[in-house]
């Protein structure tokens, strides 16, 4: 469905791109976190791969998917690849207490090419 949802957002409000953050929660700790990016002009349909999460902090979670999203596309990455980061850069926010995401850009891209695990590790 959320290929539909997409789509429809797109259509409905000329969006090039459209982004849909997936979580799944298990319990008020733990959570599965993953994405999908939508572009339009190529109608591709990205999915990310999903990180188990033990959350320490949610609170700046959401912006930090979208600055990933936004230094990922700016920097030329492709649908995938942007939301690889975007995902990993997020999931990496969650196990840091605080708004702020104290990662570097080596930091995201590492986790985002790594293993597939989807484990993070600090």
């Given amino acids: 469905g959320y290929k539909s ?3 429809q957002l ?3 409000f000329h969006f090039e791109k459209v982004a849909i953050t997936l979580r799944e929660s298990h319990s008020a ?3 599965g976190w993953s994405a999908m990016l939508y572009d339009v002009a190529t109608n591709e349909y990205a999915f990310s791969k999903k990180y188990e999460l033990r959350i320490v902090d949610r609170v700046g ?3 930090s998917f979208g600055g990933g999203l936004i230094y990922a596309l700016l920097s030329g990455k492709n ?3 942007a939301v690889e980061f975007a995902v990993a850069a997020s999931a990496l926010k969650h196990s840091i ?3 702020f995401n104290m990662v570097t850009v080596s930091e995201v891209e590492k986790l985002a090419g790594g293993d597939g695990s989807g ?3 600090r």
Avoid: L, P
């Fill in 10 to 12: 797109a259509d409905k």
């Fill in 5 to 7: 949802v997409a789509k």
């Fill in 29 to 31: 700790s733990d959570n």
């Fill in 119 to 121: 484990r993070i590790q």
């Fill in 61 to 63: 979670g959401g912006d």
């Fill in 97 to 99: 207490e605080g708004d």
């Fill in 79 to 81: 649908t995938q690849d």
